[in-house]
């Protein structure tokens, strides 16, 4: 007799399918690229030593330009503008061996925007080995630098951010510390029930900000305790952690007491919804602001794995957390990635 599968489950299992044929054609997509960013740049060398080291002079380039084109027309790339492209790409990273090797597993364009969109070797460092290990798209990686995510970690990364166990610290590697929603076009006035359904609304967009390991689950996601109905604002599945992420939507500063609810509906959504195979539920809290002393006080004791992280729905200025970011001291020995 064949088993009745609830609509959620069956809702799950096909967006997860869906997850790994995406991935499969990503992949194969990505061997082509990569092959293309390593002629590239071993293009570049050559252009580099010729015009750097033997002195051929700059001319070279527009006749090398003329004769790739000439001898492979149906190759694109081999314009002038590009040539010295990677002649810049292989000049900006041959004193950094390993950068170096990281960059050849990205393809020729994302490094093409690192390059030019980004100004420390630090910086490019970042969204170099964070893109290679994220496996973003071209978007993913524009919407990232856009948003000034190497500045906001590296600012977070000044805060005592203590999690109580170490498998907790690995799974809310996971999760930023502050989000940028400015896709939703809120009103500075919204309600939560405003943010969840703009959530909803743009899940595309959200799930670039958010992370492409997560399927969406439901919106007021009920759980059914006694004769009483509980409803979780936003539930998510992470496909890599394989368990149930339970959002919550504030939109006022971290309250204590939003601890002990997102405990609350972890223990009914594992006792309640995930299966054997799957790891405990996680919880994450998104306030619009927090104070990180009352955040780490709240959560240090906690017995569920709950992540409290800020928002913004407007991007902040580049410029102005990048001179707030080079305003703080930091260690010599505090490593980027």
Not at 75 to 103: D, P
Not at 204 to 228: H, K, M, S
Not at 229 to 242: E, G
């Amino acid at each position: 007799m064949m088993k009745k599968v609830k609509k959620d489950e069956y809702r799950i299992f096909l967006g997860r399918l869906k997850e790994e044929i995406v991935s499969a054609r990503q992949r194969s997509y990505r061997t082509i690229n990569r092959q293309l960013a390593e002629l590239y740049i071993s293009i570049g060398k050559g252009i580099y030593e010729k015009v750097e080291v033997s002195k051929w002079g700059v001319g070279i380039v527009e006749t090398l330009a003329r004769d790739l084109q000439k001898g492979f027309p149906d190759m694109k790339g081999f314009s002038a503008q590009n040539l010295w492209r990677m002649k810049q790409m292989y000049e900006t990273y041959k004193n950094n061996e390993k950068l170096s090797t990281v960059l050849r597993e990205l393809p020729w364009y994302h490094n093409v925007l690192i390059l030019h969109h980004t100004t420390s070797i630090e910086e490019k460092e970042f969204y170099i080995k964070t893109c290679a290990s994220e496996k973003w798209s071209f978007r993913e990686l524009q919407r990232q630098i856009e948003s000034s995510l190497f500045e906001r970690f590296m600012l977070s990364r000044r805060m005592d951010k203590l999690v109580p166990h170490t498998e907790e610290k690995s799974t809310f590697s996971h999760f930023k510390d502050e989000y940028i929603f400015d896709f939703l076009g809120l009103k500075d006035d919204f309600s939560e029930k405003d943010l969840r359904k703009a959530i909803v609304i743009n899940l595309r967009q959200f799930f670039l900000e958010f992370g492409r390991y997560l399927t969406f689950a439901g919106e007021e996601y009920i759980v059914t305790i006694g004769d009483d109905r509980y409803k979780v604002d936003l539930l998510f599945y992470h496909r890599l952690l394989r368990c149930f992420v339970a959002v919550e939507l504030k939109i006022g500063d971290f309250k204590p007491e939003y601890i002990g609810k997102m405990q609350f509906y972890l223990t009914a959504l594992d006792e309640k919804v995930k299966s054997k195979e799957e790891n405990p539920s996680v919880g994450l809290i998104l306030c619009k602001s927090k104070n990180e002393e009352v955040m780490r006080m709240t959560i240090s004791k906690t017995f569920s794995p709950i992540k409290v992280a800020s928002y913004m729905t407007k991007i902040i200025d580049r410029q102005l957390l990048k001179r707030k970011l080079h305003s703080l001291p930091w260690p010599s020995e505090n490593k980027i990635v």
